[in-house]
């Protein structure tokens, strides 16, 4: 699975001066074919580490898939939100993350997180309005302001990944983690997955590996992301009322206990 490459794809934009130092880590690469390219920006200034991924399925989300900002990208990453006019911005990372002296910074402090707090990115100002406590969601309504023009969006910030994926709208959300490649496509992978189910029962579930890697780079490189894909797709057409809870209870076993297993194997080391 890891070593998987589609034949085609094209990264000369993310690999030219400075865009190569836009990206977290080194060996990253950012898609030619899908990437999102910043509006009203000159040539050479159009470069942000996203991609538009999804289903091809009429009135399927349209999800822009995106590494959480560095501080050299925060204008960058709200320009983008503001210009694809972003109906939603869900964080599936903390900003730190880790154990113990393993811990690093997974993501910039890309947004005021004080009621009433308004912080500037460049020609943005960001202002927090509201903010709503979950079990398993933060949601904080934003306003973004350009010069004179409005905007609103929203921010879903949550450790793990909802259980199901949200009505969304049809406009672009924004989904973003450490470098954009782990759980955001596995998150954006489960409604791509039931179009393919609903219009092909019997599907193999590493073709839809490989076409979330024809949309971002190194989508879905763990084994562990591949077996929360297939969770999360079961746990979607249970509460569909597609399956019923037994349908999916071995797999869901099997999956908790090596789940507990490495979790009790990290906090050892």
Same mark, same amino acid.
């Given at each position: 699975?890891?070593? %998987?490459?589609?034949?085609? !794809? &094209?990264? #000369?934009?993310?690999?030219?001066? =400075?865009?190569?130092? *836009?990206?977290?880590?080194?060996?990253?690469?950012?898609?030619?074919?899908?990437?999102?390219?910043?509006?009203?920006?000159?040539?050479?200034?159009?470069?942000?580490?996203?991609?538009?991924?999804?289903?091809?399925?009429?009135?399927?989300?349209?999800?822009?898939?995106?590494?959480?900002?560095?501080?050299?990208?925060?204008?960058?990453?709200?320009?983008?939100?503001?210009?694809?006019?972003?109906?939603?911005?869900?964080?599936?990372?903390?900003?730190?993350?880790?154990?113990?002296?393993?811990?690093?910074?997974?993501?910039?402090?890309?947004?005021?997180?004080?009621?009433?707090?308004?912080?500037? %990115?460049?020609?943005?100002? !960001? &202002?927090? #309005?509201?903010?709503?406590?979950? =079990?398993?969601?933060? *949601?904080?309504?934003?306003?973004?302001?350009?010069?004179?023009?409005?905007?609103?969006?929203?921010?879903?910030?949550?450790?793990?990944?909802?259980?199901?994926?949200?009505?969304?709208?049809?406009?672009?959300?924004?989904?973003?983690?450490?470098?954009?490649?782990?759980?955001?496509?596995?998150?954006?992978?489960?409604?791509?997955?039931?179009?393919?189910?609903?219009?092909?029962?019997?599907?193999?579930?590493?073709?839809?590996?490989?076409?979330?890697?024809?949309?971002?780079?190194?989508?879905?490189?763990?084994?562990?992301?591949?077996?929360?894909?297939?969770?999360?797709?079961?746990?979607?057409?249970?509460?569909?009322?597609?399956?019923?809870?037994?349908?999916?209870?071995?797999?869901?076993?099997?999956?908790?206990?090596?789940?507990?297993?490495?979790?009790?194997?990290?906090?050892?080391?």
């Amino acid at each position: 699975m890891r070593r %998987f490459v589609p034949v085609g !794809v &094209t990264y #000369k934009a993310g690999e030219k001066y =400075p865009n190569y130092r *836009k990206f977290r880590y080194s060996g990253e690469k950012c898609i030619g074919q899908t990437r999102v390219v910043l509006k009203n920006r000159g040539k050479g200034c159009d470069f942000i580490n996203a991609n538009w991924v999804g289903s091809p399925a009429p009135g399927a989300t349209k999800y822009i898939c995106t590494q959480a900002p560095l501080k050299e990208t925060q204008e960058d990453f709200w320009h983008m939100c503001f210009t694809e006019k972003a109906s939603l911005i869900l964080m599936l990372c903390d900003f730190t993350e880790g154990y113990f002296t393993l811990s690093r910074k997974t993501s910039s402090h890309y947004f005021p997180e004080k009621q009433n707090e308004t912080l500037n %990115f460049g020609a943005y100002t !960001v &202002t927090m #309005k509201d903010k709503l406590n979950g =079990p398993e969601i933060e *949601k904080t309504d934003f306003t973004v302001l350009e010069i004179k023009c409005i905007a609103s969006c929203d921010i879903g910030w949550t450790f793990a990944l909802p259980s199901r994926p949200n009505p969304f709208s049809s406009c672009g959300v924004v989904v973003l983690c450490a470098t954009g490649e782990g759980r955001v496509p596995t998150f954006a992978g489960i409604e791509l997955t039931a179009h393919r189910i609903t219009s092909k029962p019997e599907i193999d579930m590493m073709d839809v590996v490989k076409e979330l890697r024809k949309q971002r780079f190194a989508a879905i490189s763990s084994t562990f992301q591949f077996l929360y894909l297939h969770y999360l797709v079961l746990d979607y057409f249970v509460q569909e009322k597609l399956l019923v809870p037994h349908h999916q209870s071995l797999f869901v076993e099997e999956y908790r206990r090596i789940v507990t297993d490495r979790l009790q194997r990290v906090s050892v080391h």
